[in-house]
């Protein structure tokens, strides 16, 4: 049974599910797509301006000198100054929506009226940046006046964000090592909780319940409790037989270990659930367990073990401290994630570095989630619905 049909019969209306679902979908998506948006942006638009304004424009503050009073025209008693804004600023284009004299008023005047400053000044700065300044006598400041303008960029997109992350040293070998990390830490722990959860929920043996229990408690203790007795438990083996526990060995048993409980947990509430019948009617015919697991249990449960396999893949790609601490530091360990941090690190504050890194760890996870999020929902809430 559907968790959709599961919701209609305790009286959920299908016009509110379908709501909820769509409420849920589009909060999920907004960050992403505001980080895919950014990541594609130049750092000026992105300091300036939101992710949703790319494709009408950015406005920037900006600040510009009027040309010299050495170079001023006298016109009668007047003396006046023209020029561009553009001329020698840090903007060199857009198209100027309004101006003033302070910076916490840049946006004071419009953009081609004539501005009485008072004192005998007025002041006309064009769209184009083009200006005229005028004053009723020789202008007093030796350097020129400065002002702050409003300017509209035009949307500008650009591809360098993602050549500087992907072309930055070591990017391509981390992405490696986070595939070599990720794919066998999602089966290994898969294959071994798919036998226990069969044997926990169709073979009687002494001390099932408290197994059971066991693994239900071991899914709540923090991962951080475990990482020194772990570490140490691998450097004295690493010792014993003269090998490094700085290996990937060492990881995937780690990330095996911490996904099991949970993995247990979520096949056995599936397998528990599968018609009785069926396996019954298989020992009868003479099948071993071992035949049952694999010809019946394992074909049927496919959206549970999909499931599970989302969530681990989810967190092995995305972990940093336990690759850290179980492969190392260096540069050719690194996995994808730690050598996006280091660049980070080395380039600063850089926001269009940082949406470009964070879409590039993203996309594979996005890739496998979408590839098996049909799955998902049936395989979490089969064991439930049917009880196990």
């Not at 409980?261 to 020992?283: F, M, Q, T, V």
């Not at 009868?284 to 694999?294: L, N, P, T, Y």
């Amino acid at each position: 049974m559907s968790a959709a049909a599961s919701l209609r019969r305790i009286g959920v209306p299908r016009l509110i599910l379908h709501a909820s679902v769509l409420i849920i979908c589009i909060i999920w998506l907004i960050p992403t797509l505001g980080i895919l948006v950014t990541s594609f942006r130049d750092a000026g638009q992105i300091t300036s301006s939101g992710w949703w304004t790319a494709l009408t424009g950015a406005a920037e503050t900006s600040a510009a000198r009027l040309g010299d009073p050495a170079s001023a025209r006298q016109d009668g008693p007047n003396y006046n100054i023209s020029g561009s804004v553009f001329d020698g600023g840090d903007v060199k284009s857009g198209s100027v929506v309004a101006f003033g004299t302070r910076v916490a008023a840049p946006t004071e005047f419009e953009a081609g009226k004539e501005a009485d400053l008072g004192d005998g000044e007025k002041l006309t700065v064009n769209t184009d940046g083009s200006y005229f300044y005028v004053k009723s006598g020789p202008f007093d400041d030796k350097r020129g006046k400065r002002i702050y303008l409003s300017i509209t960029q035009p949307p500008n997109f650009t591809l360098n964000n993602y050549r500087t992350v992907l072309t930055s040293a070591g990017i391509g070998q981390s992405f490696i090592n986070s595939l070599t990390v990720a794919i066998p830490a999602t089966i290994i722990p898969i294959l071994i909780a798919a036998f226990a959860a069969y044997a926990l929920s169709w073979m009687k043996f002494p001390g099932r319940s408290l197994i059971i229990a066991l693994v239900v408690g071991l899914i709540v203790v923090p991962l951080q409790m475990t990482l020194i007795p772990l570490l140490t438990l691998y450097n004295d083996i690493g010792n014993l037989f003269g090998v490094s526990s700085r290996s990937y060995v060492g990881i995937w048993l780690a990330h095996a270990a911490f996904g099991m409980p949970l993995a247990i947990y979520l096949l056995r509430n599936y397998i528990a659930g599968l018609p009785k019948e069926i396996i019954e009617s298989a020992r009868v015919d003479g099948a071993s367990d071992f035949e049952i697991f694999v010809k019946i249990v394992l074909p049927l449960s496919f959206p549970a073990l999909a499931s599970f396999s989302i969530f681990q893949f989810l967190w092995t790609w995305n972990d940093l401290l336990v690759a850290m601490v179980f492969l190392g530091t260096g540069k050719d360990q690194l996995v994808l994630t730690g050598s996006l941090n280091a660049l980070l690190g080395s380039m600063g504050g850089k926001w269009e570095i940082l949406t470009a890194s964070a879409f590039i760890t993203i996309i594979v996870p996005i890739i496998v989630f979408f590839a098996l999020q049909r799955y998902l929902v049936r395989g979490l809430l089969a064991g439930s619905v049917k009880g196990g």
